[in-house]
């Protein structure tokens, strides 16, 4: 296959952002699904049981776009490190994996970061909603902090 078509059908996002408090309190955080319409611009809405295997009902609202309904399934949960939920399209069309991942760095602050995986053909057509993702996750990342920060300082 070619291989700059190759590279085209698969595209990935990686956006972080430093937070000043202990993985675990990020955890708690992106656990309480209730409380994401409250802080998250990005993913207002998350409902089922975070078990692998499970589905997942989440609504998603990249800027300038209308809000999106997703069942993802969930992958990998690994207590205060990482979750991977994702799912695909007639399995060989479209697959998105996308992982919320928590890094422990230097004076008790963590890296929290948003990687999603998009493969397949129809990639080749998704540039301006990936690139609106993006900037969604930048949204959400910057959210997360300012709320795990604010539970943080009301102990």
């Given at each position: ?20 408090a ?5 955890w ?75 890094e ?52």
């Amino acid at each position: 296959m070619n291989e700059k078509k190759s590279k085209a059908m698969n595209r990935i996002i990686d956006e972080w952002i430093d937070i000043d408090a202990k993985p675990q309190e990020i955890w708690n955080v992106l656990l309480d699904f209730k409380s994401w319409e409250v802080w998250n611009p990005f993913i207002p809405m998350v409902e089922g049981d975070l078990k692998v295997g499970e589905y997942l009902r989440i609504k998603v609202t990249p800027p300038d776009m209308k809000p999106m309904i997703f069942k993802p399934e969930v992958f990998e949960v690994k207590p205060n490190e990482k979750i991977l939920w994702g799912g695909s399209f007639l399995k060989i069309l479209y697959r998105g994996d996308h992982a919320f991942i928590l890094e422990p760095i230097t004076d008790g602050k963590t890296r929290f970061r948003q990687v999603e995986r998009f493969t397949g053909p129809i990639v080749l057509f998704m540039g301006g909603m990936i690139t609106k993702t993006e900037l969604g996750y930048q949204h959400m990342n910057l959210a997360l902090k300012k709320e795990v920060e604010r539970r943080k300082n009301i102990k």
